[in-house]
Nanobody, 124 residues
Framework: QVQLVESGGGLVQAGGSLRLSCAAS????????MGWFRQAPGKEREFVAGIRWSGGTTYYADSVKGRFTISRDNVKNTVSLQMNSLKPADTAVYYCATSRDSYVRSASAGYGYWGQGTQVTVSS
């Protein structure tokens, strides 16, 4: 059983930055890909970024490419999302999740464990 706990959300002005962290416990997750998703009110959960188990390969949604950076530390069992140049459209609840294997997938069905989410609000 894997437990994921996100932190680092908050309120920030447009153009600002936030760093989200996700701490995993319960089992080793170094062989699993990790992902960040977000869900805005009235919208479906969407893929934001993913990273393979080795940390060497990353994937991003077009909407955040060049602004967000995902990273992981398999020793500390953490995955982070550095978010720069934030826009009001980035406002959502952000979730980290573990993939069911070592591959990054953009579909939420490909992820077996989820955190409780952390709110990110970007004001204009």
């Amino acid at each position: 059983q894997v437990q994921l706990v996100e932190s680092g959300g908050g309120l920030v002005q447009a153009g600002g930055s936030l760093r989200l962290s996700c701490a995993a416990s319960g089992r080793t997750f170094s062989n699993l890909a990790m992902g960040w998703f977000r869900q805005a009110p009235g919208k479906e959960r969407e893929f934001v970024a993913g990273i393979r188990w080795s940390g060497g390969t990353t994937y991003y949604a077009d909407s955040v490419k060049g602004r967000f950076t995902i990273s992981r530390d398999n020793v500390k069992n953490t995955v982070s999302l550095q978010m720069n140049s934030l826009k009001p459209a980035d406002t959502a609840v952000y979730y980290c999740a573990t993939s069911r294997d070592s591959y990054v997938r953009s579909a939420s069905a490909g992820y077996g464990y989820w955190g409780q989410g952390t709110q990110v609000t970007v004001s204009s």
